[in-house]
């Protein structure tokens, strides 16, 4: 490593001791945007009426697949970026970088004007009656119109933390965090700009947040910079070539969150059926949820993901199973804990978005503990997949996020219904991760 990368050792200081330097600012960051989403759907909840809430889950699967795709380059950078700066490629590592953010947020631009070109076609397309078409449709403006500062922010956070600067990546997001929390309060209730005011508080929050990435990558890095591209032929083919790899290093965690917004879809029409509106706000409390879940493993992933890409850069297969155990350990601990907590307080959960008149009340708080069983089991199976992205096994990884996301998932959402009632819904989500799970033992044991 380079002497001003001493700050963070990934060649030779023990893992443990890596590992848990990692974890805590990534888990701070991590655990600021639990209590951002908690936040923002209880102000949207208890300011704009449930109906208010339905209608973000309608958006939410839109941003979760722009998220993926901010994921996707993240991971995809990283990982690349991670075994150049193993073998002293330091060059090679900032053009990729550079690459990514310019590819990540080109992306996003493409797929924001089309969205806010129909946007009603839009809702229709994710699940909406005609009743909440109004609702989505002005959340969903507000925030497409900024995804592209959230996006460079999004990637951003993985290539500072990967220059050895962990806490000045936690530093963006509890900034963005925080100033979100008090513009939600402030557009919500005393300016009472309701489910619109929430999605213009998003939009600025995140907007200073990449200010402060870019920032960083201009004035303060250590290492890992922003690269003057070429735009001749040979350089524009060579960037495509090299966003092609990074996407296929990432394309499993951005098809994990892919596999959230299908698996948010698919609820969407099966409670509206089952339940109607009243259902589809209910399970959108529990979907306020999956951030909690996914963004507690991801810190994990982003964690341990520097380490294991760097031990497989310089083929150091000890410190590369030292830190697959200690991604399992956390793991364990993060799905046994979250489980606990949603059994143990789903009232408490469901206070944080509906008021105890509205017909969804109820359903959620029977809903959550079946809901909660399966996080072990997701947490783990997120674990399993983000260490095959860090060591270039992006083929199993795509098949086992393939199978946890659509293969199990969507058929049990449609038969468990019908076999067992309203509570096959709730379980669905679970007895997909559980057979992922059971399927990933079974084939990785050779491995």
Same mark, same amino acid.
């Given at each position: 490593? $380079? @002497?001003? $990368?001493?700050?963070? @050792?990934?060649?030779?200081?023990?893992?443990?001791?890596?590992?848990? =330097?990692?974890?805590?600012?990534?888990?701070?960051?991590?655990?600021?945007?639990?209590?951002?989403?908690?936040?923002?759907?209880?102000?949207?909840?208890?300011?704009?009426?449930?109906?208010?809430?339905?209608?973000?889950?309608?958006?939410?699967?839109?941003?979760?697949?722009?998220?993926?795709?901010?994921?996707?380059?993240?991971?995809?950078?990283?990982?690349?970026?991670?075994?150049?700066?193993?073998?002293?490629?330091? =060059?090679?590592?900032?053009?990729?970088?550079?690459?990514?953010?310019?590819?990540?947020?080109?992306?996003?631009?493409?797929?924001?004007?089309?969205?806010?070109?129909?946007?009603?076609?839009?809702?229709?397309? *994710?699940?909406?009656? !005609?009743?909440?078409?109004?609702?989505?449709?002005?959340?969903? =403006?507000?925030?497409?119109?900024?995804?592209?500062? %959230?996006?460079? #922010?999004?990637?951003?956070?993985?290539?500072?933390?990967? @220059?050895?600067?962990?806490?000045?990546?936690?530093?963006?997001?509890?900034?963005?965090?925080?100033?979100?929390?008090?513009?939600?309060?402030?557009?919500? *209730?005393?300016?009472?700009?309701?489910?619109?005011?929430?999605?213009?508080?998003?939009?600025?929050?995140?907007?200073?947040? +990449?200010?402060?990435? /870019?920032?960083?990558?201009?004035?303060?890095? =250590?290492?890992?910079?922003?690269?003057?591209?070429?735009?001749?032929?040979?350089?524009?083919?060579?960037?495509? $070539?090299?966003?092609?790899?990074?996407?296929?290093?990432?394309?499993? +965690?951005?098809?994990?969150?892919?596999?959230?917004?299908?698996?948010? /879809?698919?609820?969407?029409?099966?409670?509206? #059926?089952?339940?109607? !509106?009243?259902?589809?706000?209910?399970?959108?409390? +529990?979907?306020?949820?999956?951030?909690?879940?996914?963004?507690?493993?991801? +810190?994990?992933?982003?964690?341990?993901?520097?380490?294991?890409?760097?031990?497989?850069?310089?083929?150091?297969?000890?410190?590369?199973? !030292?830190?697959?155990?200690?991604?399992?350990?956390?793991?364990?601990?993060?799905?046994? %804990?979250?489980?606990?907590?949603?059994?143990?307080?789903?009232?408490?959960?469901?206070?944080?978005?509906?008021?105890?008149?509205?017909?969804?009340?109820?359903?959620?708080?029977?809903?959550?503990?079946?809901?909660?069983?399966?996080?072990?089991?997701?947490?783990?199976?997120?674990?399993? /997949?983000?260490?095959?992205?860090?060591? !270039?096994?992006?083929?199993?990884?795509?098949?086992?996020?393939?199978?946890?996301? *659509?293969?199990?998932?969507?058929?049990?959402?449609?038969?468990?219904?019908?076999? /067992?009632?309203?509570?096959?819904?709730?379980?669905?989500?679970?007895?997909?991760?559980?057979?992922?799970?059971?399927?990933?033992?079974?084939?990785?044991?050779?491995?």
């Amino acid at each position: 490593m $380079r @002497d001003n $990368r001493d700050a963070i @050792d990934f060649a030779n200081e023990p893992v443990g001791k890596l590992f848990r =330097k990692m974890i805590v600012p990534t888990l701070i960051s991590m655990i600021s945007m639990v209590i951002l989403n908690l936040t923002d759907g209880a102000f949207v909840g208890h300011g704009a009426g449930s109906d208010a809430l339905a209608a973000v889950n309608i958006a939410a699967p839109i941003f979760n697949l722009l998220a993926g795709v901010g994921i996707m380059f993240g991971i995809g950078s990283s990982v690349v970026a991670s075994i150049h700066l193993s073998r002293g490629q330091t =060059k090679a590592a900032n053009i990729n970088i550079t690459q990514a953010l310019i590819g990540a947020v080109g992306i996003t631009l493409v797929i924001c004007i089309a969205i806010l070109s129909n946007l009603a076609g839009t809702c229709r397309l *994710f699940g909406s009656n !005609e009743a909440l078409i109004p609702l989505a449709s002005s959340y969903l =403006k507000w925030i497409a119109l900024c995804e592209p500062f %959230t996006m460079f #922010h999004m990637v951003g956070v993985f290539l500072v933390r990967l @220059d050895g600067s962990p806490k000045y990546a936690m530093a963006t997001s509890l900034v963005g965090t925080m100033l979100n929390i008090f513009l939600d309060w402030l557009f919500i *209730f005393p300016f009472g700009w309701g489910l619109e005011g929430a999605a213009i508080a998003t939009s600025i929050s995140f907007s200073i947040a +990449a200010l402060m990435i /870019i920032g960083y990558l201009v004035w303060k890095p =250590k290492t890992l910079h922003l690269y003057r591209l070429r735009l001749t032929k040979k350089s524009m083919m060579l960037t495509l $070539r090299n966003l092609g790899y990074q996407c296929r290093m990432g394309f499993s +965690a951005m098809l994990g969150e892919v596999a959230v917004s299908g698996v948010i /879809i698919t609820g969407n029409y099966v409670f509206i #059926h089952y339940l109607g !509106e009243a259902g589809v706000a209910a399970y959108s409390a +529990a979907c306020y949820c999956f951030p909690v879940i996914f963004m507690m493993a991801n +810190a994990i992933v982003q964690s341990g993901q520097p380490i294991v890409s760097f031990a497989h850069g310089i083929n150091n297969t000890k410190r590369q199973d !030292e830190a697959r155990r200690t991604m399992l350990r956390w793991a364990c601990i993060a799905g046994v %804990t979250i489980s606990i907590l949603m059994f143990i307080g789903a009232k408490q959960i469901t206070k944080l978005f509906l008021n105890a008149s509205e017909p969804a009340y109820q359903l959620c708080i029977d809903g959550l503990p079946l809901f909660g069983t399966g996080i072990l089991f997701a947490t783990l199976n997120i674990e399993i /997949i983000g260490y095959l992205q860090s060591i !270039e096994q992006s083929t199993r990884a795509t098949i086992y996020t393939l199978l946890r996301g *659509f293969v199990t998932v969507i058929p049990c959402f449609i038969f468990l219904p019908r076999i /067992i009632g309203n509570q096959g819904m709730w379980l669905a989500i679970p007895v997909a991760e559980a057979i992922t799970f059971l399927i990933i033992l079974l084939t990785q044991r050779k491995h």
